[in-house]
């Protein structure tokens, strides 16, 4: 079972620092053995043979079908709808051609399974693409729906990095079992097979230019709730997913149950992070695909530790980290402190800063795309059923060639080493305690005595036990929210005391890594039934 906070066993976990954004970097730091002297499950750093390669490349196998592919694997939907609206393109110098209208055609009819064949049916499987306010704008959605009973909770999952909703085809029955709710997940604007507009960021000021890629992403999750017509959900985000659920509930307060972060990016303050330079905006466009960086694939990323910081016992903990951020600033406050060296290799830090993606490479090296993104997959995929492992690979690989766009907002609010440059540890306290209007507006002209404070809202950061995100930054972002808790109520009503429904506390999932709701996939999904019950039981007891 996932063990709490207070479990002293946790210790070591507490402390230990983020790692390595390399995978060989992380071997090396570990003692294990190199990719030279390790065979994979094909052999090699890139496992897919060229012929291999060639052949998927020629086969060009639709994100659709490989989507469909994947989610077969579901326990007890062996024909899983999939709509064929991909909302992308292959790369070129004009603008995308789809059209989010009149796709009838495309759409796939909902799948149900009955109680006879789903032991914990009947249930209804639906993928659609959801058409969003403005140009070019649909997010991809499944969902799961229990029928014959009523429904009135709903579970909104958010995919990290340039992965898809398919990621979660282990966790869709699972969570699905739950009575009363529906699970859907989507696929962030930009990404998998959402629609994907060109990435634009405006602004030239920093903090301005974060927010704006924030809410490039956010906007498209609350148009969609709008268009869901949901006023209350509980919402799950894994790694960069996890960071835009903490910036939704930050900037659309009123609307969450529970939070849950699994392995969220971001929350930890580094230094260089915070300081770092950011793109020129008008290298932020489509078009300028090859002048554009973005981040190495979240499974295999971190920041290593220089020699020095290790003298001196910093282990990239943010608390140490702000404190050496807080001596090197200047008497005088007008300067930018110096950011300390980078701890990465210069190709690395070299890629990020020019803005070039990991999947603009995939794009641009043809026939050799399958084999690079198989360096990643054969990995990532190895302690699953070959054809489970293959059927992901062709997945990642057919999301990962789409056009570029969301990818690139990656660069604005990631420094090189998968750091915010606007840490979530310096706002997390916020979740849960916004003002809001009537209708749910924090910019509305209401009269402030119509406002009301959120009263809090319960929050569970998850990792893997071997997860190379900082796990000691969900302790501290979960002590952190405590503490304001502690400082509201200080000063709160009775009334206000017995109506909070603040909380957080920090969870681990043993025998798994950063993907945690893939690689311990039935401990993660018993821990989510327990969270989604306790929030069942906690609206029964406010009706009662």
Excluded at 272 to 280: I, L, T
Excluded at 374 to 403: C, I, M, V
Aim: proline share 7%.
């Amino acid at each position: 079972m996932a063990a709490a906070t207070t479990n002293g066993s946790n210790d070591d976990i507490r402390t230990r620092p983020q790692q390595s954004p390399l995978a060989s970097q992380r071997a090396k730091q570990d003692g294990a053995p190199s990719d030279e002297n390790r065979k994979g499950q094909f052999g090699g750093y890139f496992t897919l043979g060229y012929k291999e390669g060639f052949t998927q490349w020629w086969a060009n196998v639709p994100a659709a079908a490989a989507e469909h592919a994947v989610l077969s694997y579901i326990p007890y939907l062996r024909k899983p709808p999939t709509h064929i609206q991909t909302g992308s393109a292959p790369p070129s110098a004009n603008g995308s051609t789809m059209s989010v209208h009149d796709t009838a055609e495309k759409e796939a009819d909902p799948v149900r399974t009955d109680s006879i064949a789903d032991p914990f049916g009947p249930r209804q499987w639906r993928s659609q693409m959801v058409k969003l306010p403005g140009k070019n704008r649909a997010l991809n959605e499944f969902s799961v729906e229990r029928l014959e009973e009523a429904q009135d909770q709903n579970l909104v999952m958010l995919h990290g990095y340039g992965a898809g909703l398919g990621f979660f085809y282990r966790n869709f029955e699972g969570l699905s079992r739950v009575p009363g709710w529906k699970v859907y997940a989507l696929d962030l604007l930009g990404m998998g097979r959402s629609s994907r507009p060109p990435f634009r960021v405006h602004s030239k000021d920093r903090q301005k230019s974060i927010t704006e890629a924030e809410n490039w992403f956010v906007d498209a999750i609350e148009d969609w709730r709008v268009q869901k017509n949901i006023d209350q959900f509980t919402l799950l985000g894994h790694s960069l997913g996890g960071y835009m659920a903490v910036a939704y509930s930050l900037k659309y307060p009123g609307h969450l149950n529970k939070l849950i972060l699994a392995s969220p990016v971001g929350i930890p303050e580094d230094p260089y992070a915070v300081n770092a330079a950011m793109p020129d905006p008008s290298d932020s466009t489509l078009p300028n695909e090859f002048s554009q960086d973005q981040q190495v694939t979240l499974g295999q990323s971190n920041v290593e530790i220089s020699e020095a910081a290790k003298s001196t016992g910093d282990k990239n903990n943010f608390l140490n980290a702000r404190s050496k951020a807080e001596k090197s600033a200047p008497d005088d406050g007008e300067k930018t402190p110096a950011a300390p060296r980078k701890p990465l290799p210069k190709w690395f830090t070299y890629l990020w800063d020019a803005n070039i993606s990991p999947f603009s490479i995939v794009r641009w090296s043809g026939p050799l795309g399958p084999r690079f993104v198989s360096g990643w997959t054969s990995r990532r995929f190895s302690h699953l059923p070959p054809d489970e492992a293959q059927a992901l690979h062709t997945y990642a690989y057919s999301l990962f060639k789409q056009r570029g766009s969301g990818e690139y907002a990656l660069a604005y609010i990631l420094a090189p080493g998968a750091f915010a440059r606007s840490p979530l540890i310096r706002r997390i306290q916020g979740v849960g305690r916004q003002m809001i209007t009537p209708n749910g507006s924090t910019t509305s002209s209401v009269a402030v005595a119509r406002q009301r404070r959120e009263s809090g809202i319960p929050v569970v950061f998850c990792y893997g036990e071997s997860d190379w995100m900082d796990i000691g930054g969900g302790y501290a972002a979960e002590q952190k929210m405590n503490e304001e808790k502690e400082r509201i109520l200080r000063s709160a009503s009775a009334e206000e005391r017995q109506n909070d429904r603040g909380a957080a506390k920090c969870l681990i999932i043993k025998k798994a890594g950063h993907h945690v709701y893939l690689d311990g996939w039935e401990e993660f999904n018993e821990v989510m039934r327990q969270e989604m019950e306790d929030v069942s039981r906690q609206k029964t007891k406010s009706l009662a």
